[in-house]
Structure formats: structure tokens, C-alpha cells
């Protein structure tokens, strides 16, 4: 199985949000993960994110951007039947260094604990769990509603 790396684009949404809409306990929010909050989010951040593409379907993604200081990835997820090929891997490989290129010199990222697949690739990849940060969130908008899929 051939599998391109390449950065995310708008036209890359649907193949992305259906990929999203296949991967059980995975969160989407009403506002963020729209096409037009995650249109925002690619402009904000061009060339940063990236979709992993096989015979002209997306089977990985990885939402990525930085606030000039430190980059973060969000949904990263590769297709139930694609795991353990190293796609995961490549796509936050290519993510970090589009992050250096724009001269970011961190990546953080935020697994559920819950997410034991999640929490060994992350860990098997060389991350650092932190135990010495509390993680805060605040709402601004309550229309931003998240659901997990089953």
C-alpha cells in the first residue's frame, strides 16, 4: 500500500471529516471542526497540517498549527485498517518539520487518557508525558459542542 504524506488543504475536508466520522471515541466539535472552522484553522496555519493519501483517499490526518511559540496537533487519526504502518509516525514527522521551518521549537499535544492506542503511539514515539502542567479549558461559545463517536 502507497501512502503520500502532503499538507492538508480545504479541498482535503470531506475526505477528512469522513475519516473522522470512522474513528470510534473521536471528538468533534460543532464549530471548530466545521468546513468553515477548519478553513480558518489551515489558513491561520498553511502548509502545517497534513493528510496521509492512498489511491486517492485520505486514511490519515493530522490537524496542526502554532501561536507563534509552540505548535500543537489535534485529531491526529490513521484508518483502523491503515494502523501500524508507520503513517502515523510520517504524518507528525512531516508536521514537525514544516513547525521548524517556521522556526517553532516545541509540539504539544493532548491524548485522553483514555485513549490507550493514542497513549502508546505517543509514547513509543519519544513524547514526554507531563505530569508537572494541569491542562485548563474555557468555553467562549456554547453553540461549540463536542460529540464522540461510537
Known sequence: ???EIRPMTIKDYDGVYALWKTIRGFGIRSLDDSREGTERFLL???????????DGRIVGSILCGHDGRTG?????????????????????TEAMKA?????????????????EIGNQF?????WKERSDANYFDF?????????FNR
Open 44 to 54: 491561520r496555519n498553511p502548509g502545517t497540517s497534513m493528510v496521509a493519501v492512498s
Open 99 to 115: 513547525l521548524k521551518e517556521q522556526r517553532i521549537n516545541k509540539v504539544s499535544l493532548i491524548a485522553f487518557k483514555r485513549n
Open 1 to 3: 500500500m502507497e501512502v
Open 139 to 147: 468555553d467562549l461559545n456554547e453553540e461549540n459542542i463536542t460529540r
Open 72 to 92: 500543537s496537533f489535534y485529531h491526529v487519526c490513521v484508518e483502523e485498517s491503515c494502523r501500524r504502518r508507520g503513517i502515523g509516525r510520517r504524518m507528525a
Open 122 to 126: 505517543w509514547n513509543g514515539f519519544g
